[in-house]
C-alpha cells in the first residue's frame, strides 16, 4: 500500500508529460450560441469524479460540505445558501429555504427564520419549519456522523443531545408555527446565518427518516432528486417536479439530467476532459484539479486554457508547531524555524507560482477573511538563514536537531516535496531536521489529538465559509483544544484575552464590520510564532468544451455546477 | 480424493481465522483511530465517545475479533438510528465509512474483479501460450528474438504504465474506443467487452509475459526429451508430435503457474482497477485500507484468502487430472 501512492502519481506525471508532447490535439474551444439563463434548460452535465460528490453519505445530516457543497446543493436545499453571482458578492450569503439571510436578537444569541411560500419536497408534501428542525436535530444522532461540528458547540443544550431518534427534542430550536424557526444559542454567532448554508439546515421530513438507511433515497427539497445512486460508483440526478425557479432564485439548474461518475483516476479524469470526445464534452469535476505536469500542457493550449477556471478556496499550507514539545515551547526558536522558511523553494515543491502563492498570513488573501497583510518576521522570498542563527543562539542551540511530521505523499501538499524544501532551508541555519512521514489515515489520527501530537509538522486549514471566524477559532480559540481526538489548536494556545477577542467580534453579525476585527486577530497571533504559514494554494479545473456559464464561484474557489449549461 | 479436500478445508479454515486475526493485530497496532475519520473534523471528545461506541471500537481489540467471528457464524445487531437491524449470517459487519454491509459491498464489486480477470486470463493464456510455442519452434531466429523483447518488455512495464499508454493512444489520439466506464456483462455483453478490451490488455502485457517465458522453457525442454525423439524416429508427423505430445508436456506447469500467480494477479487487477475506474474488489480494497475501514478490510482479506486458497485447490485437481501420475491425498 504504501508504495502504490508513488506509483499512481508517477504515473499521472506521465500521462500528463506524454500528453503534453501530443501538444493537446483535438480540443476546441467553447462553441454554439452564447449563455442565457432563460433557455439554458436541457442536455445532460456529465461529472468525472475521483470520490464522491456527495461524501460517503447521502444524507443531509451527514455531508460536511462549505456553503452546501456542490452536488448536494442540487438536492438539499438549505435554510440560507452562498450567493449564486461572480465576483467579491459571490463571498456573501443569500436565503435559499428562508425568506432572508436571519434575524439576530439577544446579541445575536438567537436567530429567526422565516420559510418562503410554495417549498414542496420530491413528494409534492409541502416543508414547513418542523422539517427544518428535525433535520438539524437528526444530525445530532451519534448514527449520523460526519456533519459540521458547530451545532453541538452553538445551541443550548447541544452539548448533551445524541438526537431525536429515542424521542427527545432539543429545545434550543423552536418552531412556533410551520413557516418560522428560532435558533437558542449558547453564546453570540454573529455568524450564524453561513452556518446555516450547511446541509445540516435541511428539511427532511420525519416519516421518510430511516436514520442511516435514509441517504438510500434522500428526499430532494432541491432542482433534482435521486434517479439512482451507488455509493462511490455512480449518481444519477434528475429534474424534482415539485421545483420551480419561482420559489428557487439561487440555482438556475439547467441541465435536465445529472450523470456522475465516482472512482476514476485524476490523470484520465483531466485527459478526457481536455480531449472531450463525445459526452466529455460536456461534462466537469468537483474534485479534480489539474498538476503541474498537466498545467504545463494547459499553458501552451490557449484552447485548453480557455476551459480552465482558476480559483482560491480560503485555505493555508503551514508548518504548525506543539508548544507543549520542547524545544518548540520557546518562542525564539519558533521565530528561528519562521526566518529560516524558504516560501520561494515551497512554492517550487508545490508547481510553482501558478498553483500556489506564498503566504506571511495565516488568513487567505481574501477579503472576505478580513484580510490584512502582514510579515511578522520579514525574511524575504527566500529566508534569512543568518536571522534565524542568531536567534537560535540566543535560546542557546547550537546544532539543534528536529523531527518534522508530514503526510506520506503530495496529494495534500503537506507530504515530502514540502517536507524536503523546509529540510533544505532549515539546515541553511544549522538545524538538522530529520523527516518523519505518516499513512494518509494516521497523520490526521495523531495530529488531532494532543497526547501522539508531534512538535513540528505540516498542516493545512481551510475554512468553512469565507469569514475569520471559522478560520482562525479552531487553531487558536484555547477553549476548543480537545484533548481526546478532533483537536485543531495545534499549538494547544490558550490566552483569555484572546478568546474574549473570539467573543467580542463573535458578537457582530454584520461581516463587513467583523472583517477588520479578524485580520487584526490574525496579526496579533502571527507575532506569537504560532505556525509558520507557507502558501495559499491555487486551484485550476478544467471543465468540457460544451459546458458554459463556468463562471469563478469566489466562495468555493471553482464553478457552480447549480449554474452551469450544456445546451 | 474425500481425504484431501476435507484436508483444505481444514487448513482453509486455519487460514482464514490466521489472517483475519492478523489484520485485526494490524488495525490496532497502528495509530490511525477510524472513529476520527468518520467523525469529520473539529470533532469533540463527547461526539468521539459516541462514535467510538457506536463502531464497538471502545472494546478490547481481542472482544472486536470475537464479535466479528461471532457475526460470522451466527449474525449480529447493529443500531440504524430508529431502528436496530440484523445482519444474519454470515455477517461481515458494517462498513465504518459507509454503513453499508460489507457481504453485499464485495458481492456488489465482484462481477467487475470476476469480469476483468477472466477475460484477461483467457487473453494471457492464449497469447502467452501461442507466442511461447512461436518462440521455441523459432529458437534463435528474429521471430524468437522479437518475442523475447515483447517479454522483456511486458516484464518490466507496470500495469499503471502500459494502461495508461493504452489510455492515451486508443482513447485520446487515434479515439477508436470510448474512455472505459464499466456496464455489467447482463445489460450489454458488447458493451462490457469493448470497455473492458484496455484493462484487459493491460493484464495481459504483463501475465502473458510470464506465460510466453514459461511455455518457451517448458517447450524447448519436452522437445529435447526421449519421448518426443522417439515419435518423430516413428515418422509422427511434426504438427502431431508438437500438438498432442510436446505442448501437453509444457503446459501442465502452467496451470499451478496460474495458481501461484492468482496472488499476484489480485495486486496488478487492483491497480488496474484504479487506473481505469473500474469499481471492484481492487478499488475497494484501495478505499477501504486509506480510510482504515476495519470491517471491509477484514472481509476483503477473507474474501482474498478464499480465492487465493480455492485457486490453488482448483489447480491441484486440474493438475491431478492432466497428469495421472499425481495422486491427490
Redesign the interface.
Known sequence: ?MR?VP??L??TT??AA??AC?GG??ASSSAGTAFDPKSCQGGTLYILNQTSATD??FDPARI?TSGGGAVPSLVFRTLTTRKRVPGQAGTTVAPDLATDTGTPSDDARTWTYHLRDGLKFEDGTPITAKDVKWGVE?SF??????????L??WLVGG??Y??P?KGRELDSIQTPDDKTIVFKLRKPEGDFPYVATATQFTPVPKAK?????Y?RHPISSGPYKVQTH????SLTLVRNPNWSRTVDDQRLACPDRIEA?????A??IN??LS?G??K?ADAVTTDTDLSPAELARISTDPTLKKRTVRGQFGYTNFIAFNTKVKPFDDVRVREAISYAVNRQAVVNAVGGSSLAKPATTFLPDQAAFGYQPYDAFPAGPTGNPAKAKELLAQAGHSNLTITLAHRNNDASQDGPAVATAVQEALKQAGVTVKLQA?????Y???Q??PS?EPGIFLAGWGA?WPTGGPFLA?IFDGR?I?????N?NFAQYDDPKVNAEFDAINKISDPLQARPRWGALDAELGRQALTVPLFHPVYLRLYGKNVKNTYLDEWRGSYDVAMVSVK | MTLYLLRRLGSLLVLLLVMTAIVYGIFYAIPADPAVLVCGKGCDGGRLASIHHELGLDQPITAQYWHFLEGLIVGRDYSSGPDVSHCAAPCLGYSFQTDLPVLSLIAQRLPVSLSLTTGALVLWTVTGVALGLVSALRERRLTDRLVTVFVLGGLGTPVFVSGLLLLMVFCGWLKWLDFPVYVPLTEDPVGWARNLILPWLTLTILQSAIFTRLTRTGMLETLSEDHIRTFRAYGLPERRVIGRHALRGALTPLISINAVEFGAVLVNAMLTETLFGLPGIGQLIVQSSNNVDLPVVAGLTLTAGLAVVLANTAADLLYAAVDRRVVLT
Open positions: 500500500m502504490r506509483a499512481l508517477t504515473a506521465l500521462l506524454a500528453t501530443s490535439g483535438s460517503e453519505h460536511y437528526r444522532a451519534p448514527e449520523l456522523s460526519g456533519g459540521i461540528p458547530y453541538r458547540d452539548t448533551d445524541k438526537g431518534y427518516d430511516g436514520g442511516t438507511a441517504e451507488v455509493q462511490d460508483k461518475t465516482y472512482g476514476l483516476s490523470a484520465v485527459q478526457r480531449t470526445a463525445g466529455d505518516y499513512d494518509q489515515a494516521s490526521r489520527s495523531v488531532t489529538k501522539t468553512d479552531p476548543q480537545l484533548q481526546d481526538g478532533g485543531y
